[in-house]
């Protein structure tokens, strides 16, 4: 079928090709069905998502909830990571720092950037900052998500 960034590249342009591509990544890893995204970007060291306001993701006072918030960040620092490192790595969240900034009331952008350099020669930490606006450009959110890089191991 072909990796993440050849399936993205297949699909991008196509009617709906956004969306279907969600959809698929989302059954890879069905929790992150639960927001409904669509992915709008993915490059190497780069990858925007969008989620909807809508009632499934809203918290008691009508805003969307924080960890709707948190599982866009991890969804576009994950696939960002995922396109990014090489086909010899592989890579985990070990960790994510997050600050609330402003109330959600509008439909979310998370867009995820690498903040340091990637570990090649040894195991070690890949910093990943994802920033949340609203429609009007204002940041509501803001993770940092230690990603953990290292070689595949040897498979003879």
Same mark, same amino acid.
């Given at each position: 079928?072909?990796?993440?960034?050849?399936?993205?590249?297949?699909?991008?342009?196509?009617?709906?090709?956004?969306?279907?591509?969600?959809?698929?990544?989302?059954?890879?890893?069905?929790?992150?069905?639960?927001?409904?995204?669509?992915?709008?970007?993915? +490059? $190497?060291?780069?990858?925007?998502?969008?989620?909807?306001?809508?009632?499934? =993701?809203?918290?008691?006072? /009508? !805003?969307?909830?924080?960890?709707?918030?948190?599982?866009?960040?991890?969804?576009?620092?994950?696939?960002?990571?995922?396109?990014?490192?090489?086909?010899?790595?592989?890579?985990?969240?070990?960790?994510?720092?997050?600050?609330?900034?402003?109330?959600?009331?509008?439909?979310?952008?998370?867009?995820?950037?690498?903040?340091?350099? +990637? $570990?090649?020669?040894?195991?070690?930490?890949?910093?990943?900052?994802?920033? =949340?606006?609203?429609?009007? /450009? !204002?940041?509501?959110?803001?993770?940092?998500?230690?990603?953990?890089?290292?070689?595949?191991?040897?498979?003879?």
């Amino acid at each position: 079928m072909g990796t993440t960034l050849e399936i993205w590249e297949r699909f991008k342009t196509k009617p709906f090709g956004k969306q279907l591509f969600s959809k698929m990544l989302c059954h890879k890893a069905p929790y992150f069905g639960s927001i409904k995204p669509v992915f709008v970007e993915l +490059m $190497p060291g780069s990858c925007e998502v969008r989620i909807r306001k809508r009632r499934a =993701v809203l918290n008691h006072i /009508g !805003t969307v909830h924080a960890i709707a918030m948190c599982n866009m960040a991890e969804l576009a620092a994950g696939t960002m990571t995922d396109v990014t490192v090489p086909k010899t790595h592989r890579w985990i969240p070990k960790g994510m720092t997050v600050e609330y900034l402003n109330k959600a009331a509008t439909e979310l952008k998370a867009v995820a950037k690498p903040l340091g350099e +990637m $570990p090649l020669d040894a195991p070690g930490e890949y910093p990943v900052e994802v920033l =949340v606006t609203d429609t009007g /450009g !204002t940041q509501v959110f803001r993770a940092k998500i230690a990603m953990w890089i290292s070689p595949k191991p040897n498979r003879t």
